[in-house]
């Protein structure tokens, strides 16, 4: 089982993948190749890159909280949600920590301001906007809460952790070099969203590898046989890696590094 990271690690800096590594990575489907797309984006952007490789397979959504299969009828669907009372709570405790929060279900958008950087990742146009203070319309429990920090002062970073505090298992991620955030819960990872697949087809972890290059990838990385961290990674994901990959994600680093550990160089 091959897990793959979406953006910057199998896409470049354009949202590409290109055709050298897209035909790879169709080969070694065909060659019997579990390849598993692992993101945090929602399954309405990640799709189109799935049927883009010609793949059958699961697919990780949303950093592990939605696991699905597409074409296996067999493969039950898992999906975590959050409460929507735990993330009202949470967001009034953030207080004026944060400017901004965007709040997800499958088909539904939650955001208290347009945020056209967050708008433009995270969604397309079948996707139903609601804008304003969420705490007068959530009424659904929610995959996602990511949130804008005012600034990235460490006081505001602690006010924005101290606000999960009540809730067992819930944890703040921050994106590097960014004043974004998102909460999950800690056994709903990229990690936990592949040992769901691998226990259903009954595939050895010894026989898994991954590719990553953020936070959101760390305990994905540390639970693979062999933990790729990008070369264009941030330092934190390389000190969880085994190795680091043969080139960048703008230059089919994930194409050029299996070539290297399948012996296909």
């Known amino acids: 089982m091959i897990a793959v990271d979406m953006d910057g690690t199998l896409l470049d800096d354009e949202k590409n993948i290109s055709p050298e590594t897209c035909a790879y990575l169709k080969q070694l489907s065909l060659d019997g190749h579990l390849i598993i797309l692992a993101s945090g984006r929602p399954l309405r952007t ?10 059958t397979t699961p697919l990780v959504c949303y950093n592990g909280s939605y696991v699905l299969s597409l074409h296996d009828p067999d493969f039950p669907s898992f999906k975590f949600s959050f409460p929507h009372e735990h993330l009202l709570d949470i967001i009034h405790r953030m207080d004026d920590a944060i400017v901004n929060v965007m709040i997800e279900t499958t088909d539904d958008v939650w955001l208290h301001h347009s945020e056209p950087g967050l708008e433009s990742f995270y969604t397309n146009g079948d996707v139903n906007f609601i804008y304003g203070d969420p705490a007068l319309t959530l009424d659904e429990d929610a995959l996602t809460l990511i949130i804008r920090l005012k600034d990235d002062s460490l006081e505001g970073k602690r006010k924005v952790i101290e606000s999960v505090v009540p809730y067992k298992g819930y944890e703040i991620r921050f994106w590097h070099n960014t004043v974004y955030a998102e909460l999950y819960e ?23 590898i991954a590719f990553g290059d953020a936070e959101n990838d760390l305990q994905m990385l540390d639970w693979a046989e062999i933990g790729v961290a990008m070369s264009n990674g941030n330092d934190i994901i390389k000190l969880h890696s085994d190795l680091l990959s043969v080139d960048d994600n703008n230059h089919d680093g994930v194409m050029k590094t299996l070539k290297l550990l399948l012996n296909q160089e």
């Open 46 to 55: 990640l799709k189109p890159y799935h049927d883009l490789l010609g793949l």
């Open 186 to 208: 800690e056994n709903m990872t990229k990690r936990d969203g592949l040992k769901y697949i691998a226990n259903h087809y009954g595939i050895d972890q010894r026989h898994t």
